[in-house]
């Protein structure tokens, strides 16, 4: 009688599950538990100590091949709506181990039912290898998540952006007709907040690696991000336009900076990052075209260089307006790095192509303490300021750079530069003008 009891129970929710069009509950599974019933989706599995159902979308459920030959891209949006339009539990789209997915260009669209929302990638995604692919679509474009709060992603996989066709005939590389100026970033991160990234490795992206931007409140942490040393523009990771920004623990090298800062950013921290080779960290370049700039509260830490073309640097155009202050460099160390140290409110593009202009942004209270390690260019501190407007408020505590060569000593250049220095400094840094 009580297994027939069960059963009766059993039938009877199936069949209201069914009459009220439940579709995240479609196809559902019932398993017995010692203490009751527990309901769980068909893609997916509870997890009673989060207190809630983890409702799990896999890619392969809605069609998805991942042999990296099928082209998987409407199997993802498939998922991709059901894990955004959930209502139940926490959702996580699924992207399994031990499969190659080939993925077109695609924007991930928010805003979602649920307040978190899960991208677990554990395998392999990889995009066109043919630029031709991208012909009348944004070519910038290739994974996009927009406007998606509470968006975790993070896995085991791997994100491989097939770049080799793209750098071939970057004008940076192949000039004059037919070079392309624009390819594609492997992740954008559009107009997210609360925004986890984590865990992931990333390869040989078209261009940047990962853009964050228009953003606030974004928790970066654990990627390995690696592209040759000669791919143009490969960035690791570029903010733009963002707050509350925290990246840390995190292996960069790459072609262009491991991570650039651009404008409208404020409260940055980056931390225990090891980079190389590249082009260093960089704030900037601000003010392109003579805009507005407003950069402050960046905080850049415990940060190891290794063979890059540039360590910690601050870049502006000429032309442009604003400020960029609040600004810290604090136990950064140096092994065999050009340009260790640079302030360059010159920026240019193109040498000897940006004409002299009177405006430029404000830099001001910067600090650099506790520097270490060898240079590879004899300046091993730049600090090249606008003639007409000061960089004020630098503060150097503890710093001893060397170059990589025993017979050659480092130096410090100054232009226009206002501040103070505490405790050993080497270079001499005689070239600093006292701050009034």
Not at 142 to 152: A, C, T
Not at 169 to 198: F, N, W, Y
Not at 204 to 220: A, E, F, K, N, Y
Request: glycine letters at 8%; proline letters at 4%.
């Amino acid at each position: 009688m009580q297994s027939f009891l069960s059963s009766l129970i059993v039938l009877i929710v199936v069949a209201w599950l069914y009459a009220n069009c439940c579709l995240d509950l479609m196809h559902l599974r019932l398993d017995w538990l010692q203490d009751g019933l527990t309901l769980f989706s068909p893609y997916a599995t509870g997890d009673g100590d989060k207190g809630s159902t983890q409702i799990q979308f896999d890619v392969l459920d809605f069609q998805a091949t991942g042999d990296g030959v099928a082209d998987d891209t409407q199997a993802f949006l498939d998922a991709w709506l059901a894990t955004c339009g959930t209502t139940l539990g926490v959702p996580t789209m699924i992207i399994p181990k031990d499969k190659i997915f080939l993925v077109k260009p695609v924007i991930f669209k928010g805003p979602c039912n649920s307040s978190n929302v899960n991208v677990q990638i554990d395998g392999t995604l990889v995009p066109p290898e043919a630029p031709s692919m991208w012909k009348d679509i944004d070519a910038s474009l290739w994974l996009q998540f927009d406007s998606v709060d509470g968006l975790i992603l993070k896995g085991s996989g791997l994100i491989n952006g097939r770049g080799a066709n793209w750098w071939q005939q970057s004008c940076k590389i192949r000039h004059g007709e037919g070079c392309t100026k624009l390819a594609p970033t492997a992740v954008k991160l559009m107009r997210c907040k609360d925004l986890v990234l984590s865990n992931l490795k990333l390869v040989d992206s078209p261009q940047t690696h990962v853009l964050i931007q228009g953003s606030q409140r974004v928790s970066v942490t654990n990627l390995k991000i690696t592209a040759p040393a000669a791919s143009p523009n490969t960035d690791g990771i570029h903010i733009h336009a963002s707050h509350d920004v925290l990246i840390e623990n995190t292996v960069i090298g790459t072609g262009d900076d491991c991570i650039s800062i651009g404008d409208d950013i404020y409260h940055v921290t980056i931390q225990r990052i090891i980079c190389g080779p590249g082009h260093g960290i960089s704030v900037g370049s601000l003010g392109k075209g003579g805009s507005n700039v407003s950069v402050e509260e960046i905080s850049v830490s415990s940060v190891k260089f290794f063979n890059t073309s540039n360590g910690v640097r601050i870049k502006t155009w000429q032309g442009a307006t604003g400020y960029a202050k609040s600004i810290s460099f604090d136990h950064i160390s140096f092994n065999n790095v050009a340009n260790p140290v640079m302030i360059d409110q010159y920026y240019c593009d193109v040498r000897g192509k940006c004409p002299s202009q009177e405006k430029a942004v404000q830099i001001s209270d910067v600090t650099y303490s506790y520097l270490s390690g060898s240079s590879k260019t004899r300046v091993a501190m730049s600090l090249n300021c606008s003639l007409n407007v000061a960089c004020t408020g630098l503060h150097f505590e503890s710093i001893n750079i060397t170059t990589a060569f025993p017979e050659t000593d480092s130096e410090a250049f100054c232009i226009n530069a206002h501040g103070e220095t505490k405790g050993y400094i080497h270079p001499n840094m005689s070239c600093l003008l006292q701050q009034t």
